[in-house]
């Protein structure tokens, strides 16, 4: 049977040129983990250098058995070009950067000393342009390295190679699709499967194939079922998982799943999960921006963290995570399955026309030559770079067949996890390339997920239309103040369907809102709506606006923005609001604020919303409001004028909805505060009931005039549990 030997730990590292092996290993780095790791230190790296032609790094390690008939070691994802050589034979190279490399050792392994040694590009510039490099126009480094486990697997034949499955949640069965290879001589042989709970180990189902008789070197697909006994299913609130193991007469494979289906319904615009409507609320996890984040340390590889990390996710009650612009560590993807939380995974291709010529640019440029400072040609002109930026477009040699084999691992790679229920193809790209790529991909992927691709548009009916929605970024473009007025005007404009189901005459506005560029399809109703971002309002940790939010924060009339804690309480509120107009809008498939987990120094454009990296402790103001705004039972204020008439009575009303999948019974206050004193000037309580998945909407007619002067409402949800959740609104009453 197969065996796997760890081989992560403290590797050497030199570097030098392409050709010659170093002679000193002087310095020593942790696999996994990247090079700006290394001990002693590395000069400019992750940056263009005239220092070095290549990175190289070694392991020596003993074997204490015989060699067996396959011996394949795996490095999970490294960067930037992989090759390897094993006791100086040269075994091979992985060109792609975000996928498993996978090297036949062949009789190059030993036993006894064997010394193993991996050749890394330095720097993503130098990967043909036919290799997706993991660029992403709004980040400035790229460090290369080993960035997830390196593993030597000893197996024989007839060798289980890819598994793959396909709960129907109906029959109450796991479909299973496995990938078998005979070796120099041919196999004659039963496939036993045998699934179990991952937690107890019991058993819950078993099944024998048919003889299978392979011919010397064959490669044969089978397919069979397996029937479940009294089937548990997935989800985030019961992340319930199972173990499916596979044996032939001298291999065994064991892999996880959940009983989990995950779709979009075109008709009713919904996601639904496990065949019932799910309503998305989630953030995004950019982990090659946090790559660069100078306090970053060896975070992203500590399991406790990780997995402390996943849990503040859902402590905002998120449930849905976007792995943005590129793939975390493969245990990222465990935990993710293990905590419950919907993981849409996108492929590391973010290219964007930034040339003077291209029309969202002249658009900006027209509206206010100052964008050069803030705007799109900064996203380019801040990075640190030797030669004009011509690889921020679509590259030419980025073909549908160049990119095949890296998108065939990824997705072959990462099919088994419940967590991950759909699929992208880039951020933000628009290209032929990518839809035909689609079309040939999916169908390795047996529970037919749902595709995002750019902003091509959905590939099918089947997927959803992905929208990116930037009010503030637009508003500053504008001139125009970028506070909570850009709701107002939505309000009267394109109240009810805020990115989908518009009538033609406001297509014009929601495109120039929706910050798409030109000849970008505007949803017209015809799919389920994902916001799959929105809120630029970013800070660095220490409270600064980012690169692309100065002149958000500059033009934020009527909100604080003065000081560090001034700029993250607006923040907060300013979040919150946009959150519970496009939740309680009731309109989209899910929401997902961008972003939860990134960087943060001088030159970010995008930040998350910690405090400190060790604690994972959210910023205070944000974890009030925001978290409140995220609330599964949730409500909002919908009021966006900032004044109100004095001398008259005002009737406030409110929006409260419910994600759950039962009915919510509680009582809705509704208070005015006066802002100096904190006197309640009006206060009006209610039962209400909720249900489940539901939306209900009240009127609150105030019991006295407010005076003039600053005042805030707030209107609550409690129950007798304990739940509160808070929505509120500034306003000022000013007399004519």
Known sequence: MRSIINLDGVWSAAEGNLKETPADFAHSVPVP??????????????????????????????????????????????????KVILNGTEIGEHRPNHTVGEFDLGGALRRGHNELLVRLGPWRDDEPTSVPDGRDIESYIAVPGIYDSVELMLADYPYIDVVKTAPDLDAGS???????????????????????????????????????????HETREVDFEVAL?????????DPFLYTLQLDTPADSRSIRFGMRSFAFDKASGHALLNGRRYPMRGSASAIFRFFEDTDRGDRPWDPEWVRKLHRQFK???????????GFP??????????????VIDEFPLFY??????????????????????????????????TTEPARVSWPAALTADALEAEFTEWVEGHCNHPSVVMWGSNCEGRSPETRVLVERIRKLDPQHRPWGDGWSGPPTDADPYVAHWYLQWNAAMRGDAAGIGMLSAMRKTAIGYPLGGAPQELLPHLRTANKDFDGVPVNTGDHAVLLEEYGWLWLTRDGKPTRLTEPVYETLEGWPAATADERRYTRARLTAAETEFFRCNRTLAGQLLFCALSSSHDRVSTADAFTDLDSLDYEPHFLRYVRDAFAPVGLMVDLWDRELAG???????????????????????VRVRDAVTDEVVSEQRRAIRIPALGQERRYFGLTTVIPDGEHQIVAELTDGDGYSVRSLRDVRIVSG
Do not use: C
């Open 33 to 82: 983990g990247l090079l700006d790791m290394a001990s002693p230190a590395f000069a400019e790296i992750g940056l263009q250098s005239s220092l070095r032609e290549a990175f190289w790094v070694r392991r020596e390690f003993e074997l204490d058995r015989e060699p067996a008939p396959l011996n394949l070691l795996r490095i999970g994802k490294a960067r930037y070009g992989t």
């Open 174 to 216: 796991v479909r299973v699709f496995a990938r078998l290879r005979a070796g120099a001589e041919p196999a004659t042989f039963a496939l036993d499967a045998v699934v179990r709970e991952a937690s107890s180990g019991l058993s819950r189902g078993t099944t024998t194939s048919a003889e299978l008789t392979l011919a010397a």
């Open 229 to 237: 006994e009294s089937p548990r299913l997935w989800s985030p609130e």
């Open 315 to 325: 402590a905002m009650h998120w449930n849905t995570i976007r792995y943005a612009i």
């Open 329 to 342: 560590p493969a245990f990222w993807y465990d935990i993710a399955d293990e905590e419950g939380l919907l």
């Open 352 to 385: 964007i026309d930034l040339s003077d010529d291209a029309p969202a640019v002249k658009a900006a440029l027209a509206l206010d030559p100052s964008v050069r400072s803030y705007g799109l040609r900064s996203i380019t002109a801040a990075q640190p770079r």
């Open 647 to 669: 001398g008259i009575f005002h009737e406030i009303p409110v929006t409260a909805i419910n994600d759950l999948p039962d009915d919510w019974n509680g009582e809705l206050t």
